[in-house]
């Protein structure tokens, strides 16, 4: 049964995928998708002749359609639009589709209200608009896959679709659900309270209290606990965003926190709206724009007028000069003017969907000035560390320990106020009538759920509030941390700034040494590294270089992907499993007269395993799809014509044979060290000699990586293999998928069919057979007992800084190893 697993948060999606992978490298299946993705694919085929209106030109459509109807005299309610008011009655007409009301519905339910009334007539006229011109905004994607979700070619490739985590479904969510019928199913986890250790601190102030949590996550992270298992939780992001970015990063504490601000708060923006406004030079301006104030003229005109004026004075590349080559302040700029560009972008495309009509100079600085107020642009990339996420994103997901700043009442809970635009009472009357608005109880007992996603998380908790608020006001310990103290009998500690800035914590964190792993770290490495199975994969990486192992296996780092990017990794396995199946077909001797239909075998294959993996989205142009098609069903049909003349009477006997995922495996020599793998092909001859295949999509090693002990799969898998099928092993080799032929081979029988009669390496004697294999289990046993042992020295074998054409490194960016010039 095909099964795909949607998820509604992306940190749910990467925790499962983490968890599925853990010591077990090799493993394919379906990938988690979250909610997002899961629609974009189902509308795909629906979406083609439209365009997409994000929220910024949302917003801007409907401030032009509130004036056209103002100037039509057809608003009651509205007479200007004050800050706040285009982006509200944008929030409203969202919230409307999602509860899968649309225009002439809300005519109807509503009541003789002017603010109704002209709600009403915005809504449909914004509608109008965008089926007029075949837009389409983002609740609109989840109303085109309600309507059209059974017809998706997407949704046809698998039996059921799982929703996990889910907890509550809105109501165009549950109408998608019933669009699907038995192809659902739902799971939700359990959130009993598993909480067992409860800390509380009040602290002085809001610095004090981050002080204090940073000096509680880093003791510990030097008792052991990794990063990507604890978890900070804000409520109040605003509030705590610029304490834990310049606090943590001067105790050297990693979070995955992005820097983001409003634009207008960038020193280069305000230059520009003082320069447009009041003529006012700056370092960034030291001349005037040369413009005629007096003249109207569209939209779209003024933004070409100062993009050439931004281009002439030398932006971007004027900042290297202004800043000295600052870098993170040039770069701070080049972040804020590229957000500009954007922004002038989408301004000027929205000019020319209504109208181009004329405004004066000073009307363009205003609504420039307008839509920069509600623009926010990042200026820092986001970092791997501990996750910091709101309470309600952390439904589902599991930490060793959490952190939660704020615990101030009217922070969390949250202090909610009247929605002045649809009030509390007409929220609770539309509700009578079957729907789902959200009314001021029903957001109180969403803060009470995400409580409860927060304390089912994890079973220990960290818990702070500040006594005192910026506006120097007293605040209230949150009820929720009230309850929490009294029901697990935790005393509440206070802290204050000088116990936490200048005691002996502190000095005894300035006193360690850095880059030196403790006892306690160790022990739980330790415990770690006993209980979890090594893939080759792995020993092989620590073989490379034991640093390298470090950072992808302690730390779990790695390398940004996106995640519908087609990488090396998924070509090798579309590669895979396309011979996978066609030798499961094809385990006769295969016959050189059939390499046509072999070939119409794995092109067939090849456009279904690529499908059934949902990589055609992965490509810029369905051309590109076709080369790599091409190129893969290429280098598969030539081996197969090399193994047609090479291989003789040899025929696959054992297919992706896997070993230490069912049930825990070790090799006879070291029954505490647990192995895991799968064997892509064991090939048997006439003679009953057995012979181990691996396929590469890459370059293949050869036997002086296997003596210097940078990769032991051969030996390995031919150990597992005589241990699994009590024979002896003749050989194994490396299927280079690249050349189309056996390219390396590891043999103690120099008469099998495939090997070169004029190349000697790799053909041992049985001595030399015996020698090395007894060299690897010695070598395994030394990795393994190192790595337990906390050993991950900088001393790479294997290294693109020291041998360019040699190998390749994730992390060069940042290992501290010099290399060669």
Partial sequence: MKELIVYPTPYLVKQHTAAQLKGKQGVTGEYPVTYEIFIEKCIKDNIASKTFLGDFKKNLIIERIFWKLKKQNKLKYFDTPRPGYIHRIGEVIGELKQQNIDAKTFEKIIDEKACHQDISIIYQTYQDFLEKNHFYDKEDRYILCRRHILKSEFIAHYDTIHFKEFHKFSIIQEKILEALGSKIKITDSDLT?????????????????????????????????????ICIVLRNRDAYENLLRDIFDEMCIPISLDKQAVLLQNPFIKALLRLLRYGELTDYFSEEWAKDSSVSKPISEWIADL?????????????????????????????????????????????????????????????????LQSSVYSYSTLKNGIWILPPAMLRGLKFDKIYVPGMVEGEFPRDFRPDWLLKDKDRAEFNRKGYKFDTLDLLLERERESFGFLISSSPAGYFSYPMILEDNTSSLMSLYLEELCQKSAATIENVRFESVYCGKKLENIAAQERGVITGNTKQRLKEHFCKIPFSTTALNMYGECPYKFFLARVLNLSPVEEEDEYTAIARGTVIHKILEIFFKRHREKLDAAMIDEYTNDIKALADEVIKNYNLQDSFAHPLLLEIEKCDIVTNIVNYLAWHIKQMGDFVPAFIEMGFGYKNDFSLHFAPDIQLVGKIDRIDEDSKGRLVIFDYKVGSTPDINKIEDGTNLQLP??????????????????????????????????????????????????????????????????????????????????????VDVYGSFCDFTGICPLEGED
Avoid at 335 to 340: E, G, H
């Fill in 716 to 801: 390995i898998y031919i150990m597992v293999s005589e241990q699994l099928l009590k024979k002896p092993v003749a050989g194994g080799a490396f299927v280079s998928i690249k050349k189309g032929a056996v390219d390396n081979i590891l043999v103690r029988d120099e008469d099998l069919p495939f090997i070169s009669k004029r190349r000697k390496k790799g053909i041992l004697s049985q001595q030399e057979w015996d020698n090395m294999m007894e060299a690897v289990r010695a070598t395994i046993r030394t990795y393994v007992d190192d790595i337990r042992e906390a050993k991950f020295l900088l001393n790479p074998k294997k290294c693109p800084k």
């Fill in 193 to 229: 309270v598993n909480m067992r250790q409860v800390k509380a601190v009040k602290a002085q102030n809001r610095r004090t209290e981050i002080i204090n949590l940073a000096h509680v996550i880093l003791q510990d992270l030097q008792d052991g606990l990794l990063p990507e298992n």
């Fill in 307 to 371: 993009e050439n004026f931004l281009e002439v004075q030398g932006y971007p590349e004027k900042f290297c000069h202004i800043h000295d080559n600052n870098l993170a302040v040039v770069k701070r700029d080049i972040d804020a003017f590229q957000s500009l560009q954007g922004v002038l972008t989408e301004l000027n495309e929205t000019d020319k969907m209504i109208s181009e009509e004329a405004v004066s100079f000073t009307d363009f600085a205003t609504v420039l000035d307008t839509h």
